[in-house]
């Protein structure tokens, strides 16, 4: 077991495109979360799946932020029309699906916007 | 709503000298509390983890007891080296809220030989 890969760990865009990532859980955990980090901060919770489905989106920042579970398996986060402020490090976690399990933590992808 | 306040830092500490790192939170429910650590470069790891009141987490020479009348978790460790040098975070789970994670703003440390 390799642990959570995330794809690509760097990302430079222009103001006005879009972007995905993508991350790859550990094989056995059903749960996958997905947070955002800025300088200086703790990760900020945006969205997580059981299995394929997403179980809470409400906190994803904005209407141009949405992600995919499609098979239950990987999972990608799109960010459509990149602003400035999207410039961050995202996140990607899993883990078991039992109550309050430990949280395991992909590298992450650092996101510059132009 | 939930949440966890953090020590702020930066921290700068000689090499053997006696480390805490206060934590404390507000959470609805019975939260899970933990501590990870961030290493320059690399990502975020568990360092230790308490489920319940009165629960100690322990991991390479660092405790934190869940005091849930304090609402409290500090972080400690006795000696530390200058490989302890790194950002830490500590963070709720709370079932309540389907176990996202609340994380608070880190704790630089750097220990000087």
């Known amino acids: 077991d390799t642990g959570v890969s995330q794809d690509p760990r760097h990302k430079i865009t222009k103001r006005g495109q879009n972007v995905t990532f993508r991350c790859d859980p550990i094989?056995?955990?059903?749960?996958l979360y997905w947070y955002r980090q800025t300088l200086g901060q703790g990760p900020e919770f945006l969205t997580y799946?059981?299995?394929?489905?997403?179980?809470?989106k409400s906190r994803l920042l904005s209407d141009r932020f949405s992600a995919e579970r499609p098979k239950g398996s990987f999972s990608t986060l799109e960010i459509q029309r990149t602003e400035q402020g999207d410039s961050a490090m995202y996140l990607c976690?899993?883990?078991?699906?039992?109550?309050?399990?430990?949280?395991?933590f992909g590298p992450g992808t650092r996101l510059l916007v132009l | 709503g939930d949440s966890v306040t953090q020590m702020e830092g930066p921290v700068t500490l000689s090499e053997e000298a006696f480390l805490t790192i206060n934590c404390t939170y507000t959470?609805?429910?019975?939260?899970?509390l933990f501590w990870y650590v961030q290493y320059p470069g690399e990502g975020l790891q568990l360092l230790l983890k308490?489920?319940?009141?009165?629960d100690k987490g322990s991991n390479k020479g660092f405790e934190a007891t869940y005091r849930k009348e304090t609402t409290s978790f500090h972080l400690e460790k006795g000696s530390v080296q200058v490989s302890d040098s790194a950002v830490y975070f500590c963070?709720?789970?709370?079932?309540?809220?389907?176990?996202?994670?609340?994380f608070g703003t880190g704790t630089s440390l750097t220990v000087i030989p």
């Open positions: 959470a609805t429910g019975y939260p899970s």
């Open positions: 799946f059981q299995n394929e489905a997403q179980l809470e």
């Open positions: 308490a489920t319940k009141a009165d």
């Open positions: 976690a899993s883990s078991l699906s039992q109550s309050q399990e430990t949280q395991y």
């Open positions: 094989s056995e955990h059903n749960r």
């Open positions: 963070a709720l789970s709370d079932q309540g809220t389907g176990n996202q994670f609340y």
